[in-house]
């Protein structure tokens, strides 16, 4: 099984039942909506049109090659 966020593919998934899963969302850079592809073993897909929200990131991005 895949999942993917517009063109980026879950990071991990777990599958507790045939009505359950569970995902990691691959990061994105910036907000928006996107659609959620599930791509089954057999071939089947299931597309969910503009599904995910991604929202801004409030904090604060440490970057080590940046200061000390």
Do not use: A, K, Q
């Given at each position: 099984m895949?999942?993917?966020f517009g063109v980026s593919s879950a990071k991990a998934i777990?599958?507790?039942s045939p009505?359950?899963?569970t995902v990691l969302t691959p990061q994105r850079?910036?907000?928006g909506v996107?659609?959620?592809l599930?791509?089954?073993g057999d071939g089947e897909e299931l597309e969910l049109r503009q599904a995910y929200t991604y929202e801004e990131q409030v904090g604060i991005v440490l970057r080590p090659e940046i200061g000390g």
């Open positions: 895949g999942v993917y777990v599958i507790h009505w359950l899963i850079e910036e907000p996107v659609d959620v599930l791509r089954f």
